[in-house]
């Protein structure tokens, strides 16, 4: 069933723009009475017919609107470093997105190399992964801030702080998060937080965490914290 | 500090070979009283110092061996189908190896497109997964094999399928693994198992388990039955 992405979509009525007309027309060479499917982010699955396949303005009827499809009973927002590699980073996103997560923010730390994002990318990314996985909210990707900014801001549920130092006790993950609740999550970079960095995120009311007894990349981590998350919720 | 995998030490002293003792004098400028690590892919850890740098025959005395380093107190066996694209694939292969994970043997199933593995390709990815995670213990690849042939044959522990079908009865796996045991999942291609495929598996003892409700592509469903193991275990 082909899904496509639609943030506007209202009313009864949903007409795809130029280049999605012409690729579902001529490309994939839909007819008036095909099936298709749209999502909004907004917690909306819009299930529509095809009535006029104009490869221009091609029209969808909307027969049935799904609000609140497959809500998750709990919110996850993951703050992590930037990587070096950004196709890790790409890669953290796309599959925290098929997993499930409400929001994504760049985390600028002490060690943290690069320090920037390409935000139109990673939106296009968090797009297709939606569309792929079928996800009628969308995740939310804020633009980077620094550690101290991203410790001392106001967050709902649990703050939660991953990291690999040994001489900071860290408590799993399993045994401090409840189902059900709100949960923030800092997942540092290559080379992990500073030590300083930890303390005043303690300080701040982040709990120290650890994910179990693997080393893992910075993108590992950020979709086993996901992914644990998603586990417990099951 | 340097890791190195030395499939072949013994003794107390090791020798890198040309190539590696040159990077290792050359590029890293490691002298005489470096500390280096070493893993051999059996479930040891070599502590070692550089007796020798000599950028041909580099030389490392053997301190101290660890036995059974971080010997996980379960076993794990994924079977997955090969993917069209094989970044994906090789992914999965990075991913499962820092969480942790035995063995994996590709399965050629009814939906599977692309029928092959780059065996040496994907043998380098474990060993430098291995050595980025501090795994002393090799995950093991395994040739493909045909589906039938792979439900056929002889599994210790557990056995588990991993599937989309919600025509079929699917337990959530939280609900039929118990911590400390071995399994054996199957995880199929794009498109999923075919029905038969799944009949057939659980004729041969096969229990139908659901990784969660989100749809997940192949290699995300891999590395969720993965970690799933993982978390249980903790």
Tied chains: 1, 2.
Aim: aromatic share 8%.
């Amino acid at each position: 069933m082909q899904i496509f992405y639609a943030p506007d979509i209202s009313g009864n009525e949903f007409i795809l723009d130029e280049s999605e007309s012409r690729h579902c027309v001529r490309v994939l060479r839909m007819r008036a009475g095909t099936s298709v499917n749209m999502i909004d982010g907004k917690g909306n699955l819009f299930e529509g017919v095809i009535s006029t396949a104009d490869d221009k303005a091609c029209r969808i009827e909307i027969k049935r609107v799904i609000h609140n499809f497959e809500k998750r009973p709990y919110s996850l927002h993951i703050g992590i470093s930037p990587l070096k590699n950004t196709d890790r980073f790409e890669w953290f996103v796309e599959k925290s997105v098929e997993i499930g997560i409400d929001e994504i923010t760049p985390v600028i730390c002490s060690n943290t190399e690069k320090k920037t994002v390409k935000a139109e990318r990673m939106n296009n990314i968090i797009t297709s992964a939606m569309k792929q996985s079928l996800k009628a909210f969308r995740t939310r990707l804020n633009p980077p801030v620094d550690f101290l900014k991203f410790i001392s801001a106001t967050h709902n549920g649990m703050k939660l702080i991953a990291h690999c130092n040994n001489g900071i006790i860290r408590v799993p993950l399993g045994e401090v998060y409840s189902p059900g609740r709100e949960a923030v999550i800092l997942i540092g970079p290559e080379g992990d937080f500073s030590i300083d960095e930890i303390k005043l995120a303690i300080e701040s009311g982040f709990k120290s965490i650890k994910l179990g007894n693997s080393r893992l990349r910075s993108e590992t981590a950020g979709i086993a914290a996901c992914h644990s998350i998603y586990f417990l919720n099951q």
